[in-house]
């Protein structure tokens, strides 16, 4: 019922900011609760961020509270993750995805999202 689709990861250094995309086809995409998770090699796959259907609540993981931004445009079924003053501990592959739980409480846990993108490389050098 929902592609999604990762852009906008590369290389940058240690201090710049970045922009992610994900890209959502289907015509649902306004049912699902949207989150982004990371996966650094040789870890587990770790919430980032997530927001509600309407775009009206936000839930952030300690790690990058207050450098990163979790956004959606559901009239373009888009969602965003903007990352600011980048860490190289923020390497890792991003994976949009999307749930249908209406708990945010939930949203932490990756086992809730139901539709997953591909993931898109992002490098931070120090």
């Known amino acids: 019922q929902v592609q999604l689709v990762e852009s906008g990861g590369g290389l940058v250094q240690a201090g710049d900011s970045l922009r992610l995309s994900c890209a959502a086809s289907?015509?649902?995409?306004?049912?699902?609760?949207m989150g982004w998770f990371r996966q650094a090699p040789g870890k587990e796959r770790e919430f980032v961020d997530a927001?509600?259907?309407?775009?009206?609540?936000?839930v952030y993981a300690d790690s990058v509270k207050g450098r990163f931004t979790i956004s959606r445009d559901n009239a373009k079924n888009m969602v965003y993750l903007q990352m600011n003053s980048l860490k190289p501990e923020d390497t890792a592959v991003y994976y949009c995805a999307a749930t249908s739980m209406w708990d945010n409480h939930r949203w932490i846990t990756k086992s809730v999202y139901d539709y997953w993108g591909q993931g898109t490389q992002v490098t931070v050098s120090s």
């Open positions: 927001i509600s259907r309407s775009g009206g609540y936000t």
């Open positions: 289907g015509s649902t995409f306004s049912s699902y609760a």
